[in-house]
């Protein structure tokens, strides 16, 4: 038994039972491989062959994980951040400084979003014990199921090949393209097909490329060549004379067997190839919502980037994120913790700019009062100052009262 045997079964030995035998089981939708109309198999990891898949996925679980995670207190209109607590382990420590015995927070994150990609479902599992951990089950052999009094469980089998049932209280499951609110389907789903054609085209490209951009030729010859080991021999003396890029362009050399030679050539540039490539590769990056100009296609200017690196968040990233918060609401607090906790994605972390904006924006902020030139200086892991957590206001600004008269300023008297 290995270690990670040995730890489930001294905190959940209680939740080892026997499914029974009219339990209804979830099954996700089958994720068939191979695409018809291509004829080619395109799993998770074939996928990554394409560059543009390979990116995209690459992309968006990078882009996630690079965000911290973090836990934050209401108490009436004061908010604080909730710091990580190594003696305790509480969830702002799982989040931003080690959800596991072998995973960093950035890793974590990342594992979680491919399988939610390449697999519609996420499974984060936390047991019930007095050390807290989360832990990562293989979406392909998690489901969930409900057992005869309509409870939710999840059945997963361990890399030991150990089968298990676990409550759905310490499952947070996460999704995408959700069918019926139980089980999420892929991006592959979607985009086999134009992944499998990319495939073809690429193929196609890599044997243009080394035939030395000469495909294929038609050869007569002067007697009839019937036996099938002589046409051969005739094929591959041509075949070795041109193959090959540095051979493009040569000169091949019959002997009088040979009475006519045509060569069958194909212009990728007239025939479209390339542009076709490159317009499968912008379907591609559609399936994966990604913006082109992070695939180096787009020829944005760096003004219109920026605005689609604003949409990108609230279109592509936003729903991953707001699922995850949402989830790790409910599964990860207390019940008395949820209506004054919660838990959020810094999402100014993946709009970072340069430092003169930085500088603009910060000075912005402190002089309208809504924040503190402290806050400012720690957005910048600078130490804080004395005083610096006073709020400033222009001095030609003043405070409108209840009965309407103004506090102080200069400011015109307006109606309210």
Known sequence: MNIFDRFRTVLSAKNQLPAPAETPVVYPEIQWPYSHRTKKYVTDEISKRISTAYRCANILSDDIAAMPFQMFQRSGRNIQRVMPDAVMRNTAYLLEVQPNRWMVP??????????MIHWGNAYIWTPSGPYREMFILAADVTYPEFDPDGNLWYRTTFPSGKHERIPSVEIAHLMINPRNGLIGRSVLN???DTIGRQLGALETQDRINGDGLKPAAI??????????????????????????SENSGGVALFDAKITKFEPVTM??????FLESIEATD???ANFYGMPLYKLNLGKQSYESNEQQNLDYLRTTLNPYLVQWEQVGRVKWLRLEEQASRYLKFNRDSL???????RAEYKKMMIESGQMTPNEGREIDDMSEYEGGDAHYFPANMGKIQTD???????????AV
């Open 106 to 115: 950035l890793i974590f994150k990342k594992t979680i979003i491919d399988w």
């Open 351 to 357: 709009l970072q700019t340069d430092a003169k904006s």
């Open 219 to 244: 050869i007569w010859t002067k007697d009839e060549v019937k036996e099938r080991a002589a046409r051969q021999k005739i094929k591959e003396a041509y075949t070795e004379s041109i193959s090959g």
């Open 267 to 272: 212009n990728p540039a007239d025939a479209q």
């Open 282 to 284: 912008a379907q591609i």
């Open 404 to 414: 309407g008269s103004i506090l102080g300023g200069t400011v015109q008297k307006t």
């Open 190 to 192: 979607y985009a086999r």
